[in-house]
């Protein structure tokens, strides 16, 4: 399951919300980004 968010609204969209038409149901945008979930810190030496 992949998570997108609307860049406008910053709606959260599963992938089976969208139905095959990226378009954002609150706002009509069609500007999705998939948001980080974990985040990896890389110590320099």
């Known amino acids: 399951m992949v998570v997108y968010k ?3 609204c910053k709606n959260k969209l599963k992938d089976e919300d969208l139905k095959k038409r ?3 149901p ?3 945008s069609k500007i999705f980004y998939k948001p980080r ?3 990896k810190t890389v110590k320099a030496e």
Do not use: I
């Open 6 to 8: 609307c860049f406008k």
């Open 26 to 28: 609150a706002c009509g």
């Open 37 to 39: 979930t974990k985040v």
């Open 22 to 24: 990226f378009v954002c």
